[in-house]
């Protein structure tokens, strides 16, 4: 654990609790990609199969059982509770388009041809693209809400400080994952237009607009 993990772990954190809540309060889920939401859930799944075969710490522990808990208690909201306000025209992208190929990549390039090392590798790559349905969904409707931005910045943030987690971790301890890097580097690459809109706009109080 370092400063930049740490960082990256509560921007994460942060980023969830600002989904639920802009739902639970608002009663709607209006602006959100349910699409991007089932991908995430399978990205926790998929990588934190090892807490029924390894205990590391109960902040590890924990932090893995919000995330996926988190991520089913976000898609039932989304898909019952206010399924009246979910907009399914504009979340319209074709995520097997994004699942097939990370399935295919996990299975020629990880490091051992393992049942939970290909799991943990698909929910690697998966990650680094499951956010493009909610950016292609904010791109058709040309505006996004500034509490759904804050959570876009806040799940980019946590990515970037990974990828300087990474960093510290080469110098600092002489360890890398090059699948973990490049993928994060691939997800972090997909936020800089946001990163940009959001700092320039958001947080001088201005809506949030993209190009339809």
Known sequence: MNIFRLSGD?????????????????????????????????????????????????YNTSMKVIFIGASFATIYLMYSKFKATYDHNHDSFRIEFLLAPTVILALL?????????????FSI???????????????????????????LFALGS???????NWIYRYYAEDHYELIAIVSGIVQTVLYCDFFYL???????????????
């Open 10 to 58: 509560l921007s994460h954190l942060l980023a969830v609790i600002i989904l639920v809540l802009k739902i639970w309060t608002t009663r709607s889920c209006a602006g959100i990609s349910g699409k991007s939401q089932i991908l995430f859930a399978i990205v926790y799944v998929t990588r934190y199969l090892d807490l029924v075969t390894t205990f590391v710490s109960v």
């Open 109 to 121: 390039i990880n490091q051992k041809f393992t049942v939970l090392e290909v799991l943990w590798t």
């Open 125 to 151: 790559y998966l990650e680094s693209v499951a956010i493009l349905p909610q950016l292609f969904m904010v791109s058709k409707t040309g505006e996004a809400e500034s509490i759904t931005s804050h959570y």
């Open 158 to 164: 946590y990515r970037g400080l990974y990828l300087l």
């Open 198 to 212: 959001y700092i320039t706009k958001v947080l001088k109080g201005k809506k949030l607009q993209l190009p339809a």
